[in-house]
């Protein structure tokens, strides 16, 4: 009778194993499905995704307000392309320029600086050299992207002014002459040899093209290498 009754248990052992057995399961199963749950991030509201897509830094919109005139009251200079149009001193003082600019040597730059009878102004800063000054602001290239710089602005179209007074002066690039608005499909094509698009936008709610100019008098004297207006 004993025998018959531990028999009789069995079955009873192994159906409270099994339930046990299928609760652990559960357990499992609901502890992973919450670990799950946890790593799940809500879509952002569709109100700030609407304010990021019209916030000025994504749609890059320039200012609509009047702009100052980028050159004095009066006609626009002319815009000469024609290097015979060059006085010798002025076209002998650009190929001499052009040569130490193409060696990628600064200082062979600043000899020819020297050989005017006062040495061209290159910052609105003082107590650098012109070589320390290009070194500070291109440290990358170690001051050389400056001589590249210099190519790209001497091989642009150039301006006389101020023709017969004591400031005559030949101008490149033309265009910091001309008031940035007015410029044509081409002649932004060589303004964007020179800068960026970024740079441009920047220009015209300044209200003038504000980088790097050369000016060379009648006499052949390197008079400026300077940014501003």
Same mark, same amino acid.
């Given at each position: #009778?004993?025998? &018959?009754? *531990?028999?009789?248990?069995?079955?009873?052992?192994?159906?409270?194993?099994?339930? !046990?057995?299928?609760?652990?399961?559960? !357990?499992?199963?609901?502890?992973?499905?919450?670990?799950?749950?946890?790593?799940?991030?809500?879509?952002?509201?569709?109100?700030?995704?609407?304010?990021?897509?019209?916030?000025?830094?994504?749609? *890059?919109?320039?200012?609509?307000?009047?702009?100052?005139? !980028?050159?004095? $009251?009066?006609?626009?200079?002319?815009?000469?392309?024609?290097?015979?149009? +060059?006085? /010798?001193?002025?076209?002998?003082?650009?190929?001499?320029?052009?040569?130490?600019?193409?060696?990628? @040597?600064?200082?062979?730059?600043?000899?020819? #600086?020297?050989?005017?009878?006062?040495?061209?102004?290159?910052?609105?800063?003082? *107590? +650098?050299? /012109?070589?320390?000054?290009?070194?500070?602001?291109?440290?990358?290239?170690?001051?050389? @992207?400056?001589?590249? $710089?210099?190519?790209?602005? +001497?091989? $642009?179209?150039?301006?006389?002014?101020? @023709? *017969?007074?004591?400031?005559? #002066?030949?101008?490149?690039?033309?265009?910091?002459?001309?008031?940035?608005?007015?410029?044509?499909?081409?002649?932004?094509?060589?303004?964007?040899? &020179?800068?960026?698009?970024?740079?441009?936008?920047?220009?015209?709610?300044?209200?003038?093209?504000?980088? %790097?100019?050369?000016? &060379?008098?009648?006499?052949?004297?390197?008079? %400026?290498?300077? $940014?501003?207006?």
């Amino acid at each position: #009778m004993h025998l &018959i009754r *531990g028999e009789a248990m069995r079955p009873l052992r192994f159906m409270l194993l099994a339930a !046990a057995l299928a609760v652990a399961a559960g !357990a499992v199963a609901s502890a992973q499905t919450r670990v799950k749950t946890q790593i799940v991030r809500p879509p952002a509201p569709a109100a700030e995704v609407a304010k990021d897509a019209d916030s000025p830094a994504v749609t *890059g919109s320039v200012s609509n307000e009047p702009q100052p005139a !980028a050159t004095p $009251t009066g006609d626009a200079p002319e815009i000469i392309t024609d290097l015979a149009r +060059l006085p /010798p001193p002025v076209a002998r003082m650009r190929e001499r320029i052009l040569a130490a600019a193409r060696s990628g @040597e600064l200082h062979r730059l600043v000899s020819v #600086m020297q050989s005017s009878a006062t040495l061209p102004v290159f910052s609105v800063n003082r *107590g +650098l050299d /012109p070589i320390t000054y290009w070194k500070s602001n291109y440290p990358d290239s170690d001051g050389v @992207e400056i001589l590249a $710089t210099l190519i790209d602005i +001497l091989d $642009t179209g150039f301006v006389h002014v101020d @023709e *017969g007074k004591p400031q005559d #002066m030949y101008v490149w690039p033309y265009f910091a002459r001309l008031p940035l608005k007015t410029l044509t499909a081409s002649q932004k094509v060589d303004l964007f040899k &020179i800068i960026t698009g970024s740079d441009y936008k920047e220009m015209l709610a300044a209200g003038a093209y504000n980088f %790097f100019r050369i000016g &060379i008098a009648s006499d052949g004297s390197w008079r %400026f290498f300077v $940014t501003g207006n």
